[in-house]
């Protein structure tokens, strides 16, 4: 997912890849570090003066990532050079009052959780495009008669506009249960060694990062990470139903449809193709989710007041879930954005079905009445909220 | 999952296996069909006589539910006997008005989401009792002092009501999110064979069985299946954490809680033991689920107007999804209920601690007032709501 | 999976289903307990005349499946119970032998390897059934032209016949791992309640039972578990992706294959559509495989010498995961015995490519040389072994 | 997974992980048509003195990476802009010998089992010195006495030894199914467009990569990368089964093992606590494989001649498996080599057992002869093969 990735154009497309990189978990970590030293100067644990010093030193390219990532082996967690290295850089007076009452875990879920929010609002903002050109395809293909098809077999005549208002109601449903979790569900923990610090502190934490100040730390009750993984899941089902539809109606035999983008999907030996890339990338991204959602929830389980092993398998899982979904929502967008729709060919192809004896083929608009009326109810409900 | 699974007292505990049965699916399914053709007396599609005569005819006990399983086969789904099969009993002169307008998937999804409705209404109550429980334990054992632990290792003091508020709190935000889910997410589908069927009848259907009437018919769009199930992974989640935890507590070097209820846990041949029964019931259920949502997400991509293997991979999944979360909470508010917590062992174990130099655990009360402050807390928020 | 299930046409075809019922595993549970008493008797522990008596007594039908689930409850596991009925079916002077020196996961453990096996049969079965269809589709079709396809695009020319062979190669690679995992992986369990029971009366089981003498008690080292879930998993993969192609090609628009079975498919309001049910039904059964395999791996985690909640996660899922690889490759067999290819639209599709400036479509055999000979590969291979 | 990652020393520990990066992924396709090119020159295709100046091009310090990366999302996989990239380093006079024949899924392919290989080598070898370790604590602990252990609950007395000889059986177990698994599954892919290519040239490339040459070209036909995914499974799963016993047999309450390694493990707040590092690294890793697993299997539905998806989700997930087994394989390995055994603690605890009654306890050594004969097995049984 890294720019070391061959793989990255596929996997790592639009802005959540960047945004839960490994510099951007350590920024994350820092800006947690410099927000808690304020916290406690607010609650009057540190001196004002010592606490602006150290928060202006947590910035990222004062740090080593290689050194800190080897080094935190050695804990199974990088807080501990993080915070050995942010100790030097304040120097030995100002050390007590770094990470003061804080247990690596805080610094680690608080910095998950800024970067989970940093990551899907690139998700969201893609999924928002995606709406936008899902609603003008609805629109604009109100009265494009097509084919209908059930178990891959023509059934009876639709609309276009009608299978794109279906697309735009469920990017709209999946989006609104993703923001409603992000709004809810991106806490800060600063819950101290096992979770009984005073709430005061995580609540000015919460105010200074833009985060959600919880009942309680949750250090092993994973509700939040839990319920954020499974509505990235559900944004990217709905993207991969896209571009499946996408897939098959692209088909020679079919192609009612095109992906635009110009000099895209060529072929290394077959100069005659043109493959669907931007639909076959959703589903590259969007079948790696459901096997990181299953280790998300499976990684619930966590023992005590601080797992050992679930807790730890969460932060590169996390990271790939918010990537992958984030891509195939920067590809789902692209795609519909420039799809391109042969109207001709879907009149054609509904031939065969008033050949086939189905009366409703012959003159579809006879029979699509409701779908009309159905497109109206999608673009309005994805109007609101 | 059934009364002839030779595990069903672990797996099917609770009410939530009996509604997902073969026979609960049949007469969901029947009900289904009976709300339709009201709908249409409604819309003055049938004669109002007719509608009546054909909703009495939809009595589970009438039919055939093995054959209509074996002749199901032949069509991938058990609607086409099943109409076939209320044909016959209503009279070739109504037969035409049943299933007016349908599709076989309306008929199935429909179904399900009653199904999703009635198995999850014995969930979500468990999940109550145990939160009632936990709130309990919380409440209790404020002041009692025991070892927190971090990967394992003991760490610093908290109190047994801390521990507690924490289940109390997940169990409580994930019931939220499951309840919600339940009050916007079963929808009746009722689109007609492409979906394009006006949404009057739709919304008649949904005020008759209790269900949301949605923006579009959804056979593709699996936004409503998806959530569920991550609502109900989310919760089971948690009902390992808590096990989990009783496990570990319940160890013989441990010993700090103990499952209740006599006569329960005895070993076939080591009569000193008692197994923690109930909290390897609940994970045994709960280690399922992950799995079965991965099934879930991965099905999102549905092939156009119905898909071909992806939709029919979902019934057994959500059943099984539906029967082994509500077992895990049953067992999860059995285990809470009678949860026996051993103050003294709790404190004898903090010596330990002490004697590793560990200044808080000699007195630990000193120490844990933000617990307490958090226990309030966490009771404030699970009374809301 | 059982009768009662609705589905059970859909996802419990082939001999694999019943062989997990719950009747099918008491069963198998009283095998073990007679071979163990046999075995027993053999190493001079129990008297010759008390096994046989014992022996005779295990029989299935002397038992109540649902009274030992339902107390099977309460010791989370339903051997405490049937040892129970077992010792009051031989009387008070002989319950002693009963189930002696062994723990209740010896009997679950080796009931588990022989439901597996005897279900297994039926999967391997069936998949060699598919086997000798591919192989007689692959020979017949050797000359059939057709368009290669590749991200669902028309590519190149090649035959219906080599893309039977590359069906033929992938079950045939998948069964010889499963068959071979059978042989060797299918284990007894006898160690007892820590597992340091001396291995001769495991041995003396295993020869009875026609199972393998492991080295070593495998209680919580779930080596052979996972091995064959992978095996079946591999297996339901090929399955899926010969049903994948099915309905890609029987699509309305390709028309190149057509399930066979006169009176299958027929849609309740679409006169004029045939579905291609068969195809869709392995899917059906196949999506829901990954997500198993997911379970049983993730429970390999499993504590000290018997695990809380893993293991009695296996049991459900284990018999899942057979019966739904059965039912798959029960109607991938269907599938393949029945398919019609349409050799006329295979060499009229194939026009499009020519039109499109592909020279080797005009005329294909010119440049389809090495696909017979990769099809006598294909063929000598899977002959083999 | 690369040196970008922040958690890089807890899920890329040993050479897997850099096995799998980019650059290696680069590495092993610049060697594959190199391999291509020298085959083609045998089969007299392509001139000698050609074949060798472009093979001698195929150097990876000559590419640009994010170039290549970044260009290869325009067509869904990077081997358009690698053989771009290679025929403008050969000249336009050679650049028709370059990937001749070949399709890009040949090359990715073919690269991508190189990179398996070379990645399951260190996968392995820190397996092996694994069962080395395991089976020295196996021998050393022959007689050590200890409690064995079920449902987390003291049972009756085992010996350290034989613990050690279950997980050394485990490895074993499954080391010998992925060494198997490289030596007849990790095969070349050279099958050209359509995978009608004759097998000769196929032939020499393996030949000269150290790879199997496969009956037919497997492009959509995964049996060979599920069954690599599931041996991986199998393994990490024996690693979190040991893992899952050292955090539980370190707890402060039994202690009865400890991590060795000095200065590791420490705590950032809590100078008492020495955290098992190792186990939960092995964890982390090991937690994350399932979901992975679960993601190859579901690929295996692929379309056609080449998939639309399905196949390219499979890279990045087989490079994560890949590093995570065998970073979880290194963990294990120095997990074992360090292991601290405390037999005092563990007699200690049996103490509690013989106090409860169970008469073993008392004099374990007069009732574990078997364990001895048990541990002879295993050690005979880990040095075949």
């Not at 644990?45 to 602006?52: F, G, H, K």
């Not at 072929?267 to 989710?289: F, I, Y």
């Not at 730890?312 to 984030?326: F, H, I, P, V």
């Amino acid at each position: 997912m890294t720019l070391e990735d061959l793989f990255g154009g596929v996997y790592g497309r639009g802005g959540a890849a960047a945004a839960t990189s490994g510099r951007a978990w350590l920024q994350a970590m820092l800006e947690v570090e410099a927000a808690l030293v304020r916290a406690c100067a607010r609650e009057r644990l540190v001196p004002a003066q010592a606490a602006a010093t150290i928060a202006a030193a947590c910035r990222v390219e004062r740090f080593d990532l290689q050194a800190i990532s080897a080094e935190g082996a050695e804990h199974a967690t990088p807080v501990v050079p993080l915070v050995r290295a942010l100790r030097r850089q304040v120097g030995e007076e100002l050390a007590r009052y770094v990470h003061l009452g804080a247990t690596s875990q805080d610094i680690v879920d608080t910095a998950a959780m800024l970067v989970a929010k940093r990551a899907s609002e690139f998700v969201v903002a893609d999924a928002r495009a995606a709406i936008g050109a899902a609603a003008g395809l609805a629109q604009d293909h109100r009265g494009t008669a097509m084919s209908g098809r059930t178990l891959l077999q023509q059934a009876l005549p639709t609309t276009f506009g009608l299978r794109a208002a279906g697309w735009l109601v469920g990017l709209h449903e999946a989006t609104v249960r993703l923001a409603e979790e992000r709004e809810r569900g991106l806490a800060v923990q600063m819950g101290g060694p096992v979770g009984a610090r005073a709430p005061s502190v995580a609540e000015h934490v919460a105010a200074e990062l833009g985060l959600v100040a919880p009942t309680l730390p949750w250090h092993t009750v994973r509700v939040r990470v839990a319920a954020l993984a499974g509505a990235l899941g559900t944004l990217a089902g709905v993207l991969a139903k896209i571009a499946r539809d996408v897939t098959l109606l692209s088909q020679n035999e079919v192609e009612e449809v095109r992906e635009g983008g110009s000099g895209r999907g060529g072929s290394t030996v077959m100069a005659h193709k043109r493959n669907p890339v931007a639909a076959v990338s959703v589903l590259a991204c969007a079948r790696r989710v459901p096997g990181l959602i299953a280790t998300i929830l499976a990684c619930m389980e966590q023992e005590h007041e601080r797992a050992a092993g679930a807790w730890q398998a969460e932060w590169g899982t996390m990271s790939d879930l918010l990537a992958l979904t984030g891509s195939a929502a920067s590809w789902g967008r692209d795609l519909l954005e420039r799809l391109e729709i042969d109207r001709r060919r879907m009149r054609e192809n509904l031939t065969r079905l008033a050949a086939a004896g189905v009366a409703e083929a012959a003159e579809p608009e006879l029979h699509l009445g409701a779908a009309s009326e159905l497109i109206d109810r999608a673009l309005a409900a994805a109007s609101t909220a």
